[in-house]
């Protein structure tokens, strides 16, 4: 098996139109004028770039208030974790679980497979290339998920505006998560499959 | 598809290369970090102080949510809860907001506020819905802490609120409780804060608030008294009631005057703790601050006589009893009772006369004292009451009392007593019942039989011998009387005759005036005659001339 970048051939990413690769560092497609390239250029900087970012923000979304509601007698400010807590505590496993998963799990197995997948690209490691392909897929399909805290926040803000009863406002962490969640989706955007089938080390 | 032959695959266009060393993707975890390291960095600048209170028991309190409010605002909330070391409470650690380091001074209070009913006041009850909180009461102090206790009542006033705290000092707290309200002029003018017993254990004292602007009148002189339930008096305008209010009296408080007197009111010094008395007229009694103690030995019973009773002069209470004891003299060999009293001599100096005598002690002036006992003085024992037999000690002259001194050897000095009235009146009955112990009652009684006896006899002699004859006698009485009638009929009669002929148209009567007529014209006839004859006696010799001359 061959892939395209080893007979020269690029493929338009636009417009889908094969076209040789020119001596020059940079190429364009003749048909549609889009850019073309044998593989996503910086591909592995940009992952590191996201992943760094989402992974920065990920310890004030989990340690900061994603929600503060106000009430008649007080407010309270809780975080993702107490959130869980809170549910675990008074009977709703399951949510809890809903709610930990989305939230909590799915962010950092995301961040951590990312890690991974960057780190075996840009050493060029060879084994387990399948196993780590379906990671890549698994990575991108589940990451919208983890906006469920976002929404459940979104909406609860938007909703629970009874002045003078009861509030609720999105704490410091809610915009950190978002961040994080869309971080990673950038980070796994920006990853090219492709590197992992490559044979060679990739050249940035 | 009929697999035609590909075709040929062009050639890419060559562009120039993107000129970008750095790529503008590295902003993106640059300022992610950014982000990350400052809401790291505020939150942890945002971080308060952290705060141990111990508190009895946790109740109501629960780690990590039950805030810490300082006038109702969040000032931090309250974030583990252990056991004190050696468990007599528990130790709450507290997690206050940034800047509330001015809350934290040595004076400063904290207390769970939980819903509470006591008498006068319900608070807490937004705490049923929303859970306990912790509040605080900032103090006044400079001094930093970091180590609390919690109250375990909410004191009745904060710190921030003006007024003045004041000491009362009671023998018991009465119906009192933290926040029974205190009265001026029946207007609700502080409340009870807090109350102890003294160390001794002999009293009570009552920590009370009085709120700007009420306090400034207060003054060194103000009375306090307890303003719980009803007070009933009965003089000489009749029963009179009085309470303070109706909330007072069924939950208690304390009310206080000042006396009109005292024209200045004098400063209050910061450790001045004022009497509470019992009622309005306790506290208004001028306060006897000279007590002068006398021992009086009375050789009669006391019995009705009570520590407490008064001791009056001439019907001015001057003191009262302070003991009653009893003493046996070897040498004499007589049981006494020495009774002790306290007299006030405050009480006898007058306000009506300028010149009350300055030193007014009895018991250090005993010259003075002396020459009152010289001129009779005694103290005596006198019944108050009848009905109920109570006693109390009556101080008067008795001028003709026998000769007696004071007793300065003991202390307290002795005065002379005289026996009551009531004593003597009791003296006199005994000797006259002795007296008549001595009549001999049998004997008369017996002699007094027989006398009756012999008169019954004599009765019955009577009756059985002389009646027969009485009887006789009787008759010939009745007789002799109808006799008599008869006569006094006959008897009427002829006065009745005479009667008639004396009568003026009578016969009798003319016949008599014509015969007392012809006397009276005989006298005449006579009286001439005589008259002639004096003039001619020779007309008894040669009779009367005819010429006349």
């Known amino acids: 098996m061959s892939a395209a970048a080893e007979l020269g051939v690029l493929a338009c990413g636009m417009c889908g139109l094969l076209s040789r690769a020119p001596a020059a560092p940079a190429a364009a497609c003749p048909r549609c004028r889009a850019r073309l390239a044998f593989r996503r250029p910086q591909s592995i900087a940009h992952g590191w770039a996201y992943l760094i970012a989402a992974m920065a923000l990920y310890v004030p979304a989990n340690t900061l208030p994603i929600m503060y509601t106000s009430s008649l007698f007080g407010s309270s400010g809780d975080t993702i974790m107490s959130g869980v807590l809170f549910l675990w505590d008074s009977g709703d496993w399951s949510l809890a679980l809903v709610v930990f998963v989305a939230s909590i799990v799915v962010p950092l197995a995301k961040m951590i497979a990312l890690a991974a997948l960057l780190a075996s690209v840009q050493l060029g490691w060879r084994s387990r290339r399948a196993e780590r392909a379906r990671l890549y897929r698994l990575i991108e399909s589940i990451g919208r998920w983890s906006m469920l805290d976002i929404f459940v926040v979104a909406l609860l803000v938007a909703l629970v505006q009874l002045t003078a009863l009861a509030a609720v406002r999105a704490g410091p962490a809610a915009p950190a998560f978002g961040a994080v969640v869309v971080l990673t989706m950038a980070a796994a955007q920006s990853f090219d499959p492709r590197l992992i089938w490559d044979r060679e080390r990739p050249r940035a | 598809m009929n697999d035609p032959a590909p075709e040929p695959?062009?050639?890419?266009?060559?562009?120039?290369?993107?000129?970008?060393?750095?790529?503008?993707?590295?902003?993106?975890?640059?300022?992610?970090?950014?982000?990350?390291?400052?809401?790291?960095?505020?939150?942890?600048?945002?971080?308060?102080?952290?705060?141990?209170?111990?508190?009895?028991?946790?109740?109501?309190?629960?780690?990590?949510?039950?805030?810490?409010?300082?006038?109702?605002?969040?000032?931090?909330?309250?974030?583990?809860?252990?056991?004190?070391?050696?468990?007599?409470?528990?130790?709450?650690?507290?997690?206050?907001?940034?800047?509330?380091?001015?809350?934290?001074?040595?004076?400063?209070?904290?207390?769970?506020?939980?819903?509470?009913?006591?008498?006068?006041?319900?608070?807490?009850?937004?705490?049923?819905?929303?859970?306990?909180?912790?509040?605080?009461?900032?103090?006044?102090?400079?001094?930093?802490?970091?180590?609390?206790?919690?109250?375990?009542?909410?004191?009745?006033?904060?710190?921030?609120?003006?007024?003045?705290?004041?000491?009362?000092?009671?023998?018991?707290?009465?119906?009192?409780?933290?926040?029974?309200?205190?009265?001026?002029?029946?207007?609700?003018?502080?409340?009870?804060?807090?109350?102890?017993?003294?160390?001794?254990?002999?009293?009570?004292?009552?920590?009370?608030?009085?709120?700007?602007?009420?306090?400034?009148?207060?003054?060194?002189?103000?009375?306090?008294?307890?303003?719980?339930?009803?007070?009933?008096a009965l003089d000489a305008e009749g029963v009179r009631l009085k309470t303070e209010s109706l909330v007072s009296l069924a939950i208690g408080g304390i009310a206080f005057a000042t006396p009109l007197e005292e024209a200045e009111p004098a400063p209050i010094t910061s450790d001045r703790v004022f009497e509470l008395y019992r009622s309005q007229v306790?506290?208004?009694?001028?306060?006897?601050?000279?007590?002068?103690?006398?021992?009086?030995?009375?050789?009669?019973?006391?019995?009705?006589?009570q520590p407490g009773a008064p001791v009056d002069f001439r019907g001015i209470v001057v003191g009262e009893v302070a003991a009653i004891h009893t003493q046996y003299d070897p040498q004499s060999e007589r049981i006494s009772i020495p009774v002790e009293i306290r007299v006030y001599p405050e009480r006898f100096t007058s306000r009506l006369l300028g010149g009350a005598?300055?030193?007014?002690?009895?018991?250090?002036?005993?010259?003075?004292?002396?020459?009152?006992?010289?001129?009779?003085?005694?103290?005596?024992?006198?019944?108050?009451?009848?009905?109920?037999?109570?006693?109390?000690?009556?101080?008067?002259?008795?001028?003709?009392?026998?000769?007696?001194?004071?007793?300065?050897?003991?202390?307290?000095?002795?005065?002379?007593?005289?026996?009551?009235?009531?004593?003597?009146?009791?003296?006199?009955?005994?000797?006259?019942?002795?007296?008549?112990?001595?009549?001999?009652?049998?004997?008369?009684?017996?002699?007094?039989?027989?006398?009756?006896?012999?008169?019954?006899?004599?009765?019955?002699?009577?009756?059985?011998?002389?009646?027969?004859?009485?009887?006789?006698?009787?008759?010939?009485?009745?007789?002799?009387?109808?006799?008599?009638?008869k006569t006094m009929g006959a008897a009427s009669r002829t006065f009745n005759a005479a009667e008639k002929s004396l009568a003026p148209d009578s016969a009798l009567f003319s016949e008599l005036q014509d015969t007392a007529r012809e006397l009276a014209r005989t006298a005449q006839s006579l009286r001439t005659l005589a008259d002639y004859l004096e003039r001619n006696p020779q007309a008894l010799l040669r009779g009367k001339s005819t010429d006349g001359q």
């Open chain 2, 9 to 232: 695959i062009p050639q890419a266009l060559a562009v120039p290369k993107a000129g970008r060393s750095l790529p503008l993707v590295w902003i993106v975890p640059a300022v992610a970090l950014a982000i990350g390291v400052w809401l790291a960095l505020s939150t942890w600048l945002e971080r308060g102080p952290v705060i141990e209170i111990h508190f009895r028991t946790a109740e109501g309190l629960q780690a990590g949510k039950t805030r810490i409010k300082y006038k109702d605002v969040d000032v931090g909330h309250i974030g583990e809860i252990s056991l004190a070391t050696d468990l007599t409470g528990v130790v709450a650690t507290a997690h206050l907001s940034k800047g509330a380091e001015k809350l934290l001074v040595e004076d400063t209070r904290f207390w769970v506020v939980r819903p509470r009913i006591s008498g006068s006041t319900v608070s807490g009850l937004q705490t049923l819905l929303s859970g306990t909180y912790v509040a605080v009461d900032v103090g006044k102090s400079t001094q930093r802490r970091r180590l609390f206790v919690g109250l375990e009542q909410p004191p009745a006033f904060t710190t921030d609120v003006p007024g003045r705290q004041l000491t009362l000092r009671s023998e018991d707290i009465g119906s009192l409780d933290i926040g029974s309200p205190v009265y001026y002029r029946r207007l609700q003018v502080g409340q009870v804060a807090a109350y102890a017993l003294e160390d001794n254990g002999k009293a009570v004292r009552v920590n009370i608030f009085i709120n700007a602007p009420y306090d400034r009148f207060v003054s060194a002189a103000s009375r306090f008294w307890h303003a719980s339930g009803i007070d009933v």
């Open chain 2, 282 to 305: 306790a506290a208004f009694k001028s306060p006897d601050r000279i007590a002068d103690s006398f021992a009086l030995v009375f050789n009669q019973s006391v019995r009705g006589l």
């Open chain 2, 357 to 485: 005598p300055k030193s007014g002690r009895l018991g250090k002036d005993s010259l003075f004292i002396a020459r009152l006992v010289e001129r009779g003085m005694r103290a005596q024992l006198r019944t108050a009451s009848l009905l109920t037999g109570q006693l109390y000690v009556a101080f008067d002259f008795f001028p003709d009392a026998p000769r007696a001194r004071v007793d300065f050897a003991h202390s307290p000095p002795e005065l002379p007593t005289t026996p009551s009235t009531l004593e003597d009146l009791q003296a006199t009955l005994v000797s006259l019942a002795n007296k008549l112990e001595r009549v001999p009652l049998e004997q008369m009684g017996a002699d007094f039989t027989r006398a009756m006896e012999s008169i019954d006899a004599l009765a019955r002699r009577l009756d059985t011998e002389l009646a027969p004859e009485a009887r006789a006698t009787l008759a010939e009485m009745r007789n002799t009387l109808s006799e008599a009638t």
